[in-house]
Nanobody, 124 residues
Framework: QVQLVESGGGLVQAGGSLRLSCVGSGRTFSSYAMGWFRQAPGKEREFVSCIRWNENSTLYADSVKGRFTMSRDNAKNTVYLQMNSLKTVDTAVYFC?????????????????WGQGTQVTVSS
């Protein structure tokens, strides 16, 4: 069982930056692949990025590639999403998720545990 709590969301102007954090509970946190997803009003939840259990390999949606960076610190049971050059289309609730796999991709069904989400609003 893993419990996830996101933080770091807020209101930022277009072109600005935010760093989201997600803290996980449990001793086995490091054995989970982690992902970030987002959901804008009226839209389905979509994949943003994911990271392998051992911090080495990441995958990004095309829409955020080159602007967002995902990382993790297993000693702190924490994953991060550094978001730069934010655009108004990035406005959404951002969720972190944990998959009981060494590496998970964009398929939401692979992720068994979800946080409550943190709101990111990008103004023009």
């Amino acid at each position: 069982q893993v419990q996830l709590v996101e933080s770091g969301g807020g209101l930022v102007q277009a072109g600005g930056s935010l760093r989201l954090s997600c803290v996980g509970s449990g001793r086995t946190f490091s054995s989970y692949a982690m992902g970030w997803f987002r959901q804008a009003p009226g839209k389905e939840r979509e994949f943003v990025s994911c990271i392998r259990w051992n911090e080495n390999s990441t995958l990004y949606a095309d829409s955020v590639k080159g602007r967002f960076t995902m990382s993790r610190d297993n000693a702190k049971n924490t994953v991060y999403l550094q978001m730069n050059s934010l655009k108004t289309v990035d406005t959404a609730v951002y969720f972190c998720a944990a998959a009981p796999l060494l590496f998970a991709g964009a398929d939401r069904s692979e992720y068994h545990y979800w946080g409550q989400g943190t709101q990111v609003t990008v103004s023009s």
